[in-house]
Structure formats: C-alpha cells, structure tokens
Nanobody, 120 residues
C-alpha cells in the first residue's frame, strides 16, 4: 500500500523560505510531484519529476522553488522568496509504476496535504 505524508507547511512572511517534505512508503515509481490548491481555485501542478528524471516547474515558481528526491523515501520542495499568491494547501503525489513508464498524466496516490500561508 502506497502512503504519502506531507510536512513542513506553516505561516510565513513574504520573502521567507520553507521546505516541504513528503515521506512515502510502498512506492516504486520515479514519477512524483508537488501540487497546490488555493481556496476557490483549481489544483495546479507546482513541480514534478518524470520517469526519465526530467523536472518541470510551473512558470509562477521557476527560479524560486526546487523539487528533489532523496535516495531513500522522501520528496522535498524547497520554496524560497515566497509570495502571498503561493498560499494554499500543498500535496505530494506519485504515479503507479505502469502509469509512470507509459506516460499517463494522472497521478494515482496522494497525501493529505500541508498548509502554506504567506502574508504580505
């Protein structure tokens, strides 16, 4: 059974930094990502890692956020120069092995999220 647990969220001021962590277990796919959802808005992809190791970022976070995966079982999102528009619930997710290797867009397993609030 795949499980993902996010941590590291909080309330910060604009310009501050946070590092989110996602501890996962029962996972065998290289495809992982961070997503966020602000109140009243649709969920959006923040950063993702593809099966071949390619990393993608939303235009709004390029140059400020960095996704990384350690060699054991944790996915990170380093967030620098935070802005009020970065506020939202942040989720990590992964694809099953078949979906990852065949390029299916949808992610299969999700954590419950960690809240990030950035005030001006």
């Amino acid at each position: 059974q795949v499980q993902l647990v996010e941590s590291g969220g909080g309330s910060v001021q604009a310009g501050d930094s946070l590092r989110l962590s996602c501890a996962f277990s029962g996972h065998f796919s290289k495809c992982m990502g961070w997503f966020r959802q602000a109140p009243g808005k649709e969920r959006e992809t923040v950063a993702s890692i593809e099966n071949d190791g390619t990393i993608n970022y939303a235009d709004s976070v390029k140059g400020r956020f960095a996704i990384s995966l350690d060699s054991v079982n944790t996915l990170y999102l380093q967030m620098n120069s935070l802005k009020p528009e970065d506020t939202g619930m942040y989720y990590c997710a992964t694809k099953g092995r078949i979906h990852c290797t065949t390029g299916v867009t949808n992610f299969d397993y999700w954590g419950r999220g960690t809240q990030v609030t950035v005030s001006s």
